[in-house]
């Protein structure tokens, strides 16, 4: 399957990942999983989500790698933005999910 026929949402997603981890130089520290990581290895005809695993290392890297999401305007659907004033946990296994936001 060729990465063009994605949609334009998914390639933003894939756009924005791209260049968190490049500028985060963490190049190793994401995985994509799920539907997208199927279709990309041509075992899949259609994708969903675009969903991914971070390792240890970029979790605590959290709110740059959103940073820089948001940047590309991806948005958190289950985070929060912002930084807290608190000692923050910044590792914790769950899954959330992320949109594009249309201009």
């Not at 969903?51 to 590309?72: G, Q």
């Amino acid at each position: 399957m060729s990465i063009l026929s994605l949609y334009n949402d998914q390639i933003r997603i894939l756009v924005a990942l791209q260049s968190a981890v490049r500028l985060l130089n963490a190049p190793t520290e994401l995985t994509i999983v799920g539907g997208l990581a199927r279709f990309l290895a041509g075992q899949a005809n259609r994708v969903g989500d675009v969903d991914v695993l971070i390792s240890n290392a970029l979790c605590k890297r959290y709110w740059d790698f959103l940073e820089i999401l948001s940047l590309h305007g991806i948005i958190s659907m289950w985070d929060v933005l912002d930084r807290p004033s608190y000692p923050w946990e910044y590792c914790m296994e769950r899954v959330g999910h992320a949109h594009g936001q249309r201009a």
